[in-house]
């Protein structure tokens, strides 16, 4: 079975810092990948997704990921920081299984952006 | 059209009440869910239908009721919800391959008093 792991439920950055979401899965096949944002109350926006295309993935609003297999690791990334991006990060892994439908996500991380 | 529409955007009921929840489609997607989230929480699949069948129910209480009226329409049902059901309920729709996302909802938040 699939799964991914968010290290860090809460991150905080200044504006115009460096973003770094953490985002590990597991998983015995190739995986499809998925990095979704939501802002409050809202629904659930996709900013980029890894189909194997290719290893660093360019997505929506500047944000990027690289997936790497040997370290399983799919970390979200940003060079600076708006106070725009403060919201709810979620990571996700396809599953593979009879059910192929289904997105397993991660606990999510919180990111906060200071002025 | 790249949206999934959902309607209400909030509902508020009583335990003995029966309402519903909708969603919309128009991008020929083939499959939909239901979602379930908590505050703080990532979503938690409840139903999903592809080709307008029902494909998956993750051992969701009776007392909810999907229904697909057709491929663009999604329903949920509501009948005897309790306080702990007060969720935001979230739409999405999908291709049906692998590497397709889902497309999500704006939600609906369901307050059980």
């Known amino acids: 079975a699939q799964s991914v792991t968010q290290l860090g439920s809460h991150v905080s950055v200044s504006e115009g810092a460096l973003v770094l979401l953490r985002c590990n899965y597991s998983?015995?096949?190739?995986?499809?990948l998925f990095w979704y944002v939501q802002y409050p109350n809202q629904g659930l926006q996709l900013l980029l997704k890894?189909?194997?295309?290719?290893?660093l993935v360019k997505g929506i609003n500047g944000f990027e990921a690289e997936f790497k297999k040997s370290e399983t690791s799919f970390h979200l990334t940003k060079p600076s920081a708006h106070m725009s991006d403060a919201a709810e990060y979620f990571c996700?892994?396809?599953?593979?299984?009879?059910?192929?439908?289904?997105?397993?996500f991660g606990t999510g991380t919180l990111l906060a952006v200071q002025p | 059209d790249t949206e999934v529409t959902q309607t209400p955007k909030h509902l508020v009921m009583g335990m003995t009440n029966k309402k519903s929840l909708k969603c919309e489609q128009h991008?020929?997607?083939?499959?939909m869910y239901w979602y379930k989230q908590k505050a703080k929480k990532p979503p938690e699949l409840m139903f999903v239908?592809?080709?307008?069948?029902?494909?998956i129910n993750e051992s969701v209480p009776s007392r909810f009721s999907p229904e697909c009226p057709n491929s663009s329409l999604l329903n949920l049902h509501l009948h005897a919800l309790q306080p702990e059901d007060s969720a935001l309920y979230l739409c999405?729709?999908?291709?049906?391959?692998?590497?397709?996302?889902?497309?999500f909802g704006p939600g609906t938040r369901l307050t059980v008093l």
């Open positions: 999405a729709s999908s291709q049906d391959r692998l590497e397709d996302e889902q497309f």
């Open positions: 998983s015995s096949v190739p995986p499809y």
């Open positions: 890894y189909t194997s295309a290719a290893t």
């Open positions: 996700a892994v396809r599953d593979y299984g009879g059910a192929t439908n289904k997105l397993i």
């Open positions: 991008m020929g997607h083939r499959a």
């Open positions: 239908y592809s080709y307008e069948k029902l494909s």
